[in-house]
């Protein structure tokens, strides 16, 4: 990596979730949700261990709403969550501290929610076996207040050194930082989360209309998939603007609904189109981290 930051000072400081239940929004005689065309559903949604899902798999074709690969911590007092979902940053390291699966150490993949409930952490899935709701798991944070000394135009959010390291961005002839992704997002594809914050929480895709999907070549998207975000500014909240640059990765799975799909987890923004995102098959967690299954 050819690109400066000021990492050497950077604090790294603890913040500790515990494994999420699973929830569900609603009243007691109606947990259904509508899909798209107006039909009901009932399908498992975020928080919780999921065995069978896990960065590097498909982000569509579950049966689930918005899914999380891997492991979901939170705190039920609302001032340690927002803390942890804050400094918590993508590709910091996690250590369970209580329960069988204790000394298991796992990496932050990504963020959750409309409201940024959830962090969400891959472990291996034998790891993942030996875990039960309400272990506790301390992630080592460090990220926030990160800047690139060549590119003061470009703000980081949720974004570790050692993603940036792993990734190998550089800066290129055109001064831009250059950025390898899997794909890049249309603005018009962008859902649930605009005008939301950038430091936490996800920015879905729009899934609906598959045609779409598929003439932006996102119809093959996987969880842990590095992206771009084109003329979309999340310098403060998500919203719309030409010529703004973002990257994140995709924390999370499809949905149903209009409006969700695979949730990303915004890591970098320019709004003076600083980025040059590279187009490169599979970039991903899994091979940037070299994640065990």
């Not at 899934?207 to 996102?218: F, N, R």
């Not at 609904?257 to 980025?275: D, E, F, Q, V, Y």
Request: with cysteine; charged share 15%; net charge negative.
């Amino acid at each position: 990596m050819n690109v400066r930051t000021n990492s050497e000072r950077l604090v790294s400081v603890s913040v500790m979730g515990q494994i999420a239940s699973p929830g569900f929004p609603g009243l007691p005689a109606e947990p259904y949700r509508l899909d798209a065309d107006g039909k009901p559903f009932l399908l498992p949604t975020y928080g919780g261990i999921v065995y069978n899902v896990s960065v590097g798999d498909s982000a569509y074709g579950w049966l689930a709403d918005t899914i999380h690969p891997g492991v979901s911590i939170s705190l039920k007092d609302d001032m340690g969550n927002r803390g942890l979902n804050l400094f918590a940053c993508v590709g910091n390291t996690a250590v369970v501290m209580s329960g069988d699966a204790r000394g298991a150490k796992g990496v932050v993949s990504g963020k959750s929610g409309r409201f940024s409930e959830q962090v969400i952490i891959h472990f291996a899935k034998a790891d993942r076996l030996k875990m039960a709701i309400g272990d506790k798991i301390n992630v080592r944070s460090v990220g926030v207040g990160m800047e690139l000394a060549n590119h003061p135009d470009i703000k980081l959010k949720s974004c570790s050194p050692e993603f940036l390291e792993n990734l190998e961005v550089t800066t290129g002839a055109d001064g831009k930082l250059h950025v390898p992704v899997v794909a890049v997002v249309p603005p018009h594809l962008l859902g649930s989360g605009a005008g939301l914050t950038s430091e936490g929480g996800s920015l879905h895709i729009q899934s609906a209309d598959k045609s779409a999907l598929k003439e932006a070549g996102l119809d093959g998207l996987r969880l842990g998939d590095v992206v771009a975000l084109s003329d979309y500014d999340s310098s403060w909240n998500h919203g719309y603007l030409r010529g703004a640059v973002g990257i994140g990765v995709i924390g999370q799975g499809d949905s149903p609904r209009a409006g969700h799909g695979p949730g990303i987890t915004l890591l970098m923004t320019s709004a003076l189109n600083g980025i040059n995102p590279v187009v490169t098959p599979g970039v991903n967690l899994k091979s940037v981290f070299s994640l065990q299954e």
